[in-house]
């Protein structure tokens, strides 16, 4: 990474730029400085007390090596969203983990990425901002260095990094639109399972805003913002309403229409994390959700601006 010296910047130390303009984080600064040319300042090994001028070039190592990172490549088809060099989005089919984990080591996004990045030279370490459940498809933030990895992640602690989810439900909800905040834990009898509670030792508070985007007698289909990132959360709080997820086999019912729980990440914003700029990608349902809403709702009724977004990327 290289950053120029600003006039601005007269007479600051290395360590003051790196921490108050360049944002690493104080584990980082000591992983680079015991680096060979971790720090160069003009091209020489500096410490960080050096102090700079107006046009000097600061370059950190910060690339990743690709050692420690022991997660085998696999050919995989992955739909990318987004791709630069700092972060990579994927747009994660169904039925794809997205790490590896008992039973699931090669054929997760992890390893999709490992192939791709490994087969092209650039040295990789998997760095996943945010997770997807495996029966879960859509938009995840992948970043593909440790300052992007420390500032996204930081973004997503900030609750700067805005997710809408688009979930087919069982039954009708009350409201058009509103908010769900209720307390979360693991049920007593699993590890995996999650429920409603009240505000006690172990609670997680949990927060998610909706709307409904069209419903019928027995459906709905709605955009689902979790403003907090608990596990299940989607899952549990439509279930708590009394509408869970089509397909949602832990916390609804099977459907003979869908062979997983009916819920796709569409929409992820997020400041970028070398340029600032804000970046919002979507991505359309996959062909099983689309199928689904073919087979609940009329021709007509999906006829409209939304569901041609939804459904074809269109918009």
């Known amino acids: ?11 600051m130390t290395v360590l003051q730029i790196i ?3 360049i944002g690493l984080s104080g584990g980082m600064i ?3 400085k015991f680096l060979e040319d971790g720090i160069l300042l003009n091209s020489e090994r500096v410490t960080v ?3 700079v001028s107006a046009g000097d070039v600061l370059e950190l190592k910060v690339e990743d090596s690709g050692e420690g990172s022991a997660i085998e490549g696999v050919d995989l088809p992955l739909p990318i969203a987004y791709e630069d060099d700092d972060l990579v989005v994927p ?3 169904p039925y794809m983990p997205t790490h590896p984990s008992h039973g699931h080591y090669d054929d997760t996004v992890a390893n999709a990425l490992a192939f791709r990045y490994r087969n092209t030279g650039v040295p990789y370490v998997f760095r996943p901002i945010n997770r997807l ?24 602690l900030e609750q700067k990094i805005q997710k809408k989810y688009i979930a087919i439900l069982d039954g009708r909800l009350e409201n058009k639109e509103g908010i769900i905040e209720t307390y979360m834990r693991r049920t007593a009898e699993s590890i995996i399972v999650r429920e409603v509670c ?18 019928s007698d027995k459906h709905t289909v709605v955009s689902a913002e979790p403003v907090t990132g608990r596990t299940h959360q989607l899952r549990v709080h439509f279930a708590s309403l009394g509408c869970p997820i089509v397909g949602d086999d832990i916390y609804g019912h099977v459907s003979e229409y869908i062979g997983r729980h009916a819920l796709h990440a569409s929409d992820i914003s997020f400041v970028h994390p070398s340029t600032g700029e804000r970046i919002e990608l979507s991505a359309p349902l996959h062909d099983d959700m689309a199928f689904l ?4 709702f009329s021709q007509e009724e999906l006829e409209n601006e939304v569901f041609e977004k939804i459904l074809w990327g269109k918009g």
């Not at 990474?1 to 007479?11: D, L, Y």
């Not at 809403?293 to 609940?296: A, E, T, V």
Request: proline fraction near 3%.
């Open 30 to 32: 000591r992983h680079i």
């Open 49 to 51: 007390r050096r102090a």
């Open 19 to 21: 921490k108050q303009h």
């Open 91 to 93: 747009d994660k089919p």
């Open 1 to 11: 990474m290289t950053f120029i010296v600003r006039p601005e910047h007269e007479g």
């Open 293 to 296: 809403l073919k087979k609940l």
């Open 133 to 156: 459940d495996r029966n879960t498809s859509g938009l995840l933030i992948i970043a593909r260095n440790r300052i992007s990895a420390a500032r996204l992640s930081r973004g997503m």
């Open 198 to 215: 009240g505000a006690e030792e172990g609670a997680d508070y949990a927060l998610t805003r909706y709307c409904v985007l069209l419903e």
